[in-house]
């Protein structure tokens, strides 16, 4: 076991002081899960109290093909391809007109760098999604579609955000972010859009009143200082902008992707602590979310206690990490959600997309 005298980095966080780098660095090496658990719950019920949110959403993956390779995804695929699927618009709005009779209050929409599609594609889905219900929340688009469409189809990104916004757009998620670091980024995804322009892209969403999550995708080729340094260029842009809702850390599930022959599952303890370090360094975020498609039931149960106060949402349809192997279920009902806070000690707290509690 590593020796690692944790006692001043401790006293900082009970003042509620904001902990350095390198101290992120020497927690996130620490073996002593059980203090950062402790600390990172006293952090997330001061923000929170009590309440562990959920949301009734639903997925919807509008298409997986990519022009990209990313090694670590499984869930791409090229035109022609057997599993290769484009959804077009009325399929759309009946499975979001159906979703909506379940209660859902945001659809939840990403896909793959399509390279054929024509732009009025992106603006009619999110226009016929609005369509369907005026108070719909859309969260739509990571940062890597939104630098694709300003290239493709040749508009500035403030033109993209503004086009996605009249159409509907509500707000954005977090995916794409991967780990910043570049010596990892070319192991894991060279093609992709570099972490310095994925900050871009976001702080301009965030400059253009778009509300989002950040993510970190963890247990791949990434150091503990890259993992630092991915959490320490969040904080930054959240200091700058403020428009990060929830931090997501993402467990990589090795189980079918290029990448993934290599490398084991994340253990609990890796996930526990990721969460605990999360709700520790970034103190200017809000929520923390224990992704249960990602982590598995149990561990989101338990991240409740390590300083996450999100548990996600019903899902509905989720293929991204699915295709990926995640043995996780597809959707969950709404009385599995508030068993799994409930039993965790937590109150259930049903929320709307900007963390307002319905
Ligand atoms: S991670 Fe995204 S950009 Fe990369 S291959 Fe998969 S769908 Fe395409």
Known sequence: MKTNDLSPIIEKIENRQRISASEGLQLLQSNDLITLGRLAHEVRQEKNGDNAYYIINRHFDYSNICELSCHFCAFAKK?????????????MQQKIKASLREGITEVHMVGGLHPSLPWSYYTEMV?????????????????????FFARKYKMSLE????????????????????????????????????????LEVMRVAHQMGLKSTCTMLYGHVETEEEIIDHLDKLRHLQDETGGFLAFVPLAFNPELSVLGRAFRPTSGVKDLKMLALSRLYLDNIDHIKTYWVTSGLEIAQLGLSYGADDIHGTVHEENIMHMAGSSSPHSLSVGNIRRLIGE??????????????I
């Open 79 to 91: 035109e022609g391809d057997k599993e290769a699927f484009l959804h077009g618009i009325e399929d």
């Open 127 to 147: 226009r016929a999604i609005r369509d369907l219900d005026p108070a719909l929340h859309i969260k739509a688009f990571t940062m890597v579609e939104i630098d």
């Open 159 to 198: 033109q993209v955000f503004q086009e996605l916004m009249e159409a509907g757009l509500n707000s954005c998620p977090g995916g794409g972010a991967e780990i910043f670091a570049p010596r990892a980024r070319r192991k894991i995804c060279k093609d992709k859009i570099d972490g310095d322009r994925w």
């Open 344 to 357: 965790a000690g937590f109150q259930p707290q049903q929320r709307n997309s900007l963390y307002n509690i």
